[in-house]
């Protein structure tokens, strides 16, 4: 069975511009997570889709928004970059996102904002 | 107080050795606990994961969770070089909330 997969894998932006990162889970998981990971505050929970519906936001600005298609892929949006979201984006899937449902992620999309 | 802890490290060890990797949580509501491997440059794999307190062994790994302590470990026995890499360990709550990981060494 393949694994989630992530597109892209390198990004370089600027400041203000905005990106859309993209997430398909594991044939059959219908939840995907998302995480941002940096060396200061290590890995940190965006949001969770499950069925089309964000079901849990982490403490993040608005200008990161996501959501989940149909076929369960999911896309993250940042808008007006800053500096500070450069970082590890990391999507991970899981069959229904309860409490004792592994997660398995991604490769991961390095985000570099100039 | 951070909700998942963990000592940074790096814990060193020599081949052979059994490596011992420790994990706090302040959640008493947490409900599963999970163990992931890191390589640097690469993405969180998962080694194991345990629900109930006690003991929990897959091969070289054991992982131990103790609720009333709010306390979950991993132990690593025979440690490799190749098991050189940051663990991460993480407690599900209704969401997954990780530690900042131990950067575990293995010397030959």
């Known amino acids: 069975k393949a694994g989630v997969t992530q597109t892209p894998r390198y990004l370089i932006k600027t400041r203000g511009q905005q990106v859309t990162l993209s997430c398909s889970p594991i044939s059959g998981h219908r939840s995907v997570s998302w995480y941002q990971q940096t060396p200061g505050q290590g890995l940190q929970f965006l949001f969770e889709?499950?069925?089309?519906?964000?079901?849990n936001k982490g403490n993040f600005p608005g200008r990161f928004s996501g959501r989940q298609f149909s076929n369960s892929r999911s896309e993250m949006n940042v808008s007006t970059l800053e500096l500070g979201d450069s970082a590890l984006y990391l999507c991970a899937s899981s069959l229904i996102g309860t409490a004792t449902d592994t997660q398995y992620f991604g490769p991961g999309t390095r985000l570099t904002v100039l | 107080q951070k909700e998942v802890e963990q000592n940074s490290g790096p814990l060193s060890v020599p081949e052979g050795a059994i490596a011992s990797l420790n994990c706090t949580y302040s959640d008493r509501g947490s409900q599963s606990f999970f163990w992931y491997r890191q390589y640097s440059g690469k993405s969180p794999e998962l080694i194991m994961f345990i629900y109930s307190n006690g003991d929990k062994e897959d091969g070289r790994f054991t992982a131990q969770l103790n609720k009333a302590s709010q306390y979950v470990s991993l132990l690593i026995r025979d440690s490799q070089p190749s098991d050189s890499a940051t663990y991460l360990c993480?407690?599900?709550?209704?969401?997954?909330?990780f530690g900042t990981g131990t950067r575990l060494q293995v010397f030959p």
């Open positions: 889709y499950f069925s089309e519906t964000q079901r």
């Open positions: 993480a407690v599900n709550t209704d969401k997954l909330i």
